[in-house]
């Protein structure tokens, strides 16, 4: 091992607390951290606490101490079932983390995390810097999210001198107490050549925002250890506690299109014969049919995304996907008002638990994309929420697209006219569900404004990784078709040749 | 492949319904079952649809065409889902079932489910038929537990003569277009010796309730076999819907006990010196570490049970406990009012979800046997539900048991003037969290109830799998000392010599 690299020269000045000091300290700092998790209980806030380092016996005593000082029944323990899930490892690396995420008022615990799954990622598969980098620019984004939504996020580094650590390590392999705290991994990243030493100085570096930044703690002398970072997260959480809950003001929808809005470019008089449609439609729906299955052999994953306004046909034309996809290998899954437990937690949260494992179909019928019509529309939230949401959902899709899954969105554009029309023949349907609520003719004052959100949804999220297909929804024939055949290329062209 | 047994020979009499008689029925079939998705929804209860059998593409087919009939955005499709996974292949069987069981309202459809995965198991690992019957008995207090919760329980088996099975194995296989439908476990199973089917007779013998019986549908041809489980669904259902809710009674609580309470034998005046705690203590939580490291590596998981009355001490002696436990293998969970999800599915469902991998443990703060305390005492539920909890939860802890998991269960047992005493000195503990409330001391108008509630509990879940132990707990020292001798205790039976 070489000498320890600039970032953490800081961290090897011999820091020590002696035992007197120390347990007169951690009187005074447990009653604090447990009120703190007392009043957090009650706030719209969570705290997300990372311990990381090289020193990995030091970073599971903290977690004991931790688990020690505060209330364990109110810490969520994210060690014992993160790691090594084949579940997860299906998945893109911060999936598992993203389920994992605390509700308001409560406080998650990782032990290495997100850093260290992407370290190891690296080191496993021995990623070029240029996939380094772009993986430590997803992690960046992510803390980031979080922190946009309020959460508290405190990220620990635990610095042994690397002297210290062999030595550690040496120690361990002999003392059958602690040699269980070094998973074999540990051995093997960090007796590699170095090369560890320096992918982890440049995640710090990439991840050492204003809003998460890293703490480097000496790690050498367990007591200057444990009582800085206890400190560290009383402090934190002190802090925000201090601050007065955010009141998010619901505000009148404003927007307007520059120019021409993008749903004008639609040709709503597209239109498609039955003859024509019902031999396209077996024709699209068998070779749709072939594709998934080769899809599904080669561990390719499909997203479908349905956007529109009430009666632009999102169902008519997901019955028509579905009914190609093979059944065994799809889920449709309808969003509506979140719930309980979806209203705790960052509003991707629901959509990260949901993302398909490899050669799966998932059929969203409305989508994120929420964030940016509905609750922009009718002001559900702060505007600058669903401003940022742009990013935050460009983002989780390019998280999407970096783990092979091909993402399709389709915006169903009719007229108002058209929908005028869909509603009244509603009310001769045999079928309840289509009864109309007074909700129904109520959405359609807001025609405009949603046209404007659809319009801004478009230009800020068609990426070459997602792209959005809007489709002339006026004549359904003509939109089914073009869901297939939206999706018959996109498969086709991920795949090639298939037969 | 012999001739086919008994049971199934009624589904081989050669039903079948023409192509004109089928389109005019399912145009009728369609609307009453859409109409009963939507009235569905409204209601407090779900429907779990099984599709099984011998025919495999005969289930995905059905499966297709009820996606195509139905609306696919309210069904819940937990075949892609639902198998191989390796973190369900670590818990019991069930778990994966239970974990994924629809909320109120909704339906969930299994392919294969859990009769399949039993049947799996049986074959794979080559059970005797002792043990397999325990298996189905499993499988049958499942369904009954379902059904008991008002769950709508439908189960199909598709069966084809052996004749024709074979013949439609030997086509798929040569068929590129079907050949996906048949796994290459199929092939496995129905090329056997004969002994699957066996095993099936057995399985449909064994689990076919007057709650939740077996349809065995012919499914030789695909219009009767669609038809006719369409048909069969949509009675179910309607029958279902047609019934008016339950009203659910609260009922002041009621009960009293024969003879001695088996907490009064608790002898409340056992106590320890804080010398002797201090000394065991140290000792105990060492040996224990020791013990559960070799448990994880082992892959025997725990489960501890902590209940009592408020202030009986569960959180220190949970503290205590968690101190010794390896913390990257270990969780608390605090067990509150059931969140929205939760009150949507039975009352175990959020304790199935967290049934702990092999070499994990879990402390529960609380726990299921909420059922026959406070909802019990407090007359949340009606009478029926909690006195046929006792038998739901032996049957859940023989699960976790029969999957070499470790339950310990501790009730705390204080007597009133030692809690008035507590509640009385928490007023000055600088924590926050032990500021009382106005329901501290109201709760301790049902002390009795709770006791008697507390003996009734006792005396028929205390099983030799997952016994009770009683705590004298005014004295806390004492209380602690136990809970560490009673978890060394049983991993030593259960481990034998660690060192």
Redesign the interface.
């Known amino acids: 091992m070489n000498e320890s690299s600039g970032l953490f020269a800081a961290a090897e000045v011999g820091n020590r607390v002696d035992k007197e000091d120390y347990a007169e300290q951690i009187a005074e700092l447990r009653?604090e951290l447990?009120?703190q998790?007392?009043?957090l209980r009650e706030r719209k806030f969570s705290v997300v606490l990372l311990i990381a380092g090289d020193d990995r016996p030091g970073a599971?005593d903290v977690?004991?101490t931790l688990?020690?000082w505060m209330?364990?029944?109110?810490?969520l323990?994210h060690?014992?079932?993160s790691s090594d899930?084949?579940?997860d490892s299906e998945r893109p690396v911060l999936a598992r983390y993203w389920r994992r995420l605390p509700p308001d008022g409560r406080i998650g615990l990782f032990?290495g995390g997100w850093p260290s799954s992407t370290l190891r990622t690296a080191l496993e598969e021995d990623h070029d810097l240029a996939t380094y980098d772009v993986a430590l620019h997803h992690v960046a984004q992510f803390e980031k999210s979080l922190v946009d939504d309020d959460t508290v996020v405190l990220k620990f580094w635990l610095h042994l001198p690397r002297a210290v650590l062999q030595e550690r390590m040496e120690q361990a392999r002999r003392d059958p107490?602690t040699h269980?705290d070094f998973a074999q991994h540990d051995w093997e990243v960090f007796e590699h050549d170095g090369r560890a030493f320096d992918l982890i100085e440049r995640m710090v570096l990439h991840t050492n925002s204003v809003e998460a930044p890293w703490h480097i703690v000496e790690s050498t002398d367990f007591h200057y250890r444990n009582l800085t970072i206890g400190r560290a997260i009383a402090k934190a959480i002190g802090q925000r506690l201090a601050q007065p809950p955010l009141q998010q003001q619901a505000v009148p929808f404003e927007g307007e299109i520059i120019g021409q809005s993008l749903l004008d470019q639609v040709d709503l008089s597209a239109s498609l014969d039955t003859d024509t449609y019902d031999s396209q439609l077996v024709m699209l729906q068998a070779r749709l049919?072939?594709l998934a299955?080769a899809a599904?052999q080669a561990g390719v994953a499909c997203v479908f995304v349905f956007e529109g306004v009430d009666a632009a046909g999102k169902?008519g034309a997901?019955?028509r996907l579905?009914?190609a996809l093979?059944?065994?290998?799809?889920?449709?899954?309808?969003i509506g008002a979140p719930?309980?437990?979806e209203r705790a937690r960052h509003y991707l949260w629901r959509f990260w638990t949901r993302v398909p494992?490899p050669g799966?179909?998932v059929?969203f019928?409305r989508s994120w994309y929420g964030r940016v019509l509905i609750e922009r529309v009718e002001g559900l939230i702060a505007p600058a929420a669903w401003q940022r949401a742009y990013e935050e959902i460009n983002e989780f899709e390019a998280n999407l697209a970096d783990n092979d899954i091909i993402l399709a969105k389709f915006w169903l554009q009719i007229s108002e006219d058209e929908q005028l029309k869909r509603f009244e023949a509603r009310a001769d349907t045999?079928?309840?569900?289509y009864k109309l609520t007074p909700d129904d003719f109520r959405n359609r004052e807001n025609w405009q404004a949603y046209q404007i959100a659809a319009h801004d949804m478009v230009a800020r999220t068609s990426t070459s990784y997602a792209p959005w297909t809007l489709l002339a929804a006026n004549n359904k024939r003509h939109a089914r078709i073009q869901v297939l055949q939206t999706a018959v290329d996109l498969l086709q062209n991920r795949l090639g040749e298939v037969r």
Chains 1, 2 share one sequence.
């Open positions: 009653v447990l009120n998790q007392y009043d599971v977690l004991r688990h020690d209330d364990a029944r109110y810490l323990n060690v014992a079932f899930h084949a579940e032990l107490q269980w049919n072939q299955h599904n169902g997901i019955r579905v009914k093979p059944i065994q290998h799809t889920r449709v899954i309808p719930n309980e437990a494992k799966k179909n059929v019928d045999p079928y309840k569900k």
